[in-house]
């Protein structure tokens, strides 16, 4: 009889789990789950260059700088429902609250039926004064 590497074992226990797993959930649970897999995935992809890299390229004290190192992964190609940058139909609504109250949401994040944002963008090392600046920057060239 021959004997299963460890891989093969942990791939085999995987399947069988996800397979298990598969038949007491939902089809609207699966679909879910599958989506948050996918965010994840794309969070994960688009977060590791900042996470490994040793230096940054713009001047993350001003808003240009902090959008193009921290926001752009989000707001340049729309994840998790964020308006895309320059996109004044998606701003509009925004724009309309205000600059501050747009601020107030980016530093407290937000979660509403068009989308998710965490605190801050997910990075707590900012200070309210950089997102603040980062939305500036975002709004301009959103109006």
Same mark, same amino acid.
């Given at each position: 009889?021959?004997?299963?590497?460890?891989?093969?074992?942990?791939?085999?226990?995987?399947?069988? !789990?996800?397979?298990?797993?598969? @038949?007491?959930?939902?089809?609207? +649970? +699966?679909?879910?789950?599958?989506?948050?897999?996918?965010?994840? !995935? $794309?969070?994960? /992809?688009?977060? $590791?260059?900042?996470?490994?890299?040793? !230096? /940054?390229?713009?001047?993350?004290?001003?808003?240009?700088?902090?959008?193009?190192?921290?926001?752009?992964?989000? @707001? %340049?190609?729309? /994840?998790?429902?964020?308006?895309?940058?320059?996109?004044?139909?998606?701003?509009?609504?925004? /724009?309309?609250?205000?600059?501050?109250?747009? %601020?107030?949401?980016?530093?407290?994040?937000?979660?509403?039926?068009?989308?998710?944002?965490?605190?801050?963008?997910?990075?707590?090392? $900012?200070?309210?004064?950089?997102?603040?600046?980062?939305?500036?920057?975002?709004?301009?060239?959103?109006?």
């Amino acid at each position: 009889m021959r004997s299963l590497s460890t891989t093969q074992n942990a791939s085999l226990s995987l399947t069988c !789990t996800s397979t298990y797993v598969s @038949h007491y959930r939902s089809e609207a +649970q +699966q679909k879910k789950a599958f989506m948050m897999k996918k965010f994840f !995935t $794309l969070a994960l /992809v688009l977060g $590791l260059p900042f996470v490994f890299s040793s !230096t /940054v390229v713009a001047d993350n004290t001003q808003g240009q700088g902090i959008y193009m190192n921290f926001c752009a992964p989000c @707001h %340049a190609s729309g /994840v998790a429902g964020a308006p895309k940058v320059g996109d004044k139909a998606a701003w509009q609504g925004r /724009v309309n609250k205000g600059e501050a109250a747009m %601020a107030a949401l980016a530093i407290k994040g937000f979660q509403g039926s068009s989308g998710f944002m965490p605190a801050k963008g997910g990075n707590s090392a $900012l200070t309210d004064k950089e997102v603040t600046s980062a939305t500036t920057y975002m709004v301009e060239r959103s109006k």
